[in-house]
Each structure stands twice: as structure tokens, then as C-alpha cells.
């Protein structure tokens, strides 16, 4: 996991960055001056308004570590084979067949995980930003 958020952070980190400065600076110091805790601002105001980001960067996460080979190629062993280099073993094996079936099962994860994401989001965006549709 730790493998995977380091080598997909640069488009996570420029997404939550973009969100993050939609905000106005004076939340903070506003915030500050009435003495309401940091926590309190991060979970009514920067928390909500970010949302659709943090969604998206959690479907990013989720799709790349299902499919990823490039990094974890060299960091597995044998006790802990991943299914994206499952599927390279099997094709250089020439067991063909085998191979799709598991990257079509990956897929079809991938694409069931992403739906069960977007749904999630679909339903806090629907609890949580109401406020966006006025």
C-alpha cells in the first residue's frame, strides 16, 4: 500500500491542492479569532468542501492499486503475490487463458470498486452539498 501511495501521490496531492485552494483564507483566521478549534474548521468547512476531491482521489487510489505492476513488481515475494503480477507470471508461463481470466477479474473488481466509490460519493454529495446546488 505504502508503495502505491508513493508512486501515485504527485496526482493526488495536485488534486487535493486544487480543492484545498478554493478556499478563502479567512476561514482560519476567522475561525481563530472566535477561538473554534481547528478540528472544528477542518470538519464543518474544509472537510465538506473538498469532498468530491477526497472521492475522487480515493477511486484514483483504488483503480491504480488494483492494476498497478510497474512499482510492486520488485517488492513482492513469493508468499505474497499480487494479482497484477499473477497474471504477467501466468502469461510468461503461456498459460494465456488463465492469465485473462484473473485480468479480467481484476477488472471487473477495479470497475465493481469504482461503481461502490462513486456511489458513496453520489450519496455524501447528496447528504453534504446542498449548499453547491443554490
Not at 480515493?58 to 513469493?78: E, I, W
Not at 477479474?105 to 470497475?111: D, G, L, N, P, Q
Request: aromatic share 10%.
Amino acid at each position: 500500500m505504502l508503495c502505491s501511495v508513493a508512486h501515485f501521490f504527485s496526482v493526488a496531492h495536485i488534486t487535493q491542492l486544487a480543492a484545498l485552494q478554493q478556499l478563502d483564507g479567512e476561514y482560519e483566521r476567522v475561525a481563530d479569532s472566535m477561538g473554534v478549534p481547528f478540528w472544528t474548521v477542518l470538519w464543518r468547512v474544509h472537510l465538506p468542501v473538498c469532498l468530491p476531491a477526497i472521492m475522487q482521489v480515493a477511486g484514483y487510489f483504488f483503480v491504480n492499486a488494483m492494476t498497478t505492476v510497474s512499482a510492486v513488481v520488485f517488492l513482492y515475494s513469493p508468499q505474497t503475490t499480487l494479482a497484477s503480477v499473477a497474471v504477467l507470471a501466468m502469461d510468461d508461463a503461456g498459460d494465456i487463458a488463465p492469465a485473462a481470466a484473473m485480468a479480467t477479474m481484476i477488472f471487473v473488481t477495479a470497475a465493481t470498486g469504482r461503481l461502490l466509490i462513486g456511489a458513496l460519493d453520489a450519496w455524501l454529495q447528496k447528504r453534504t452539498q446542498h449548499w453547491r446546488h443554490r
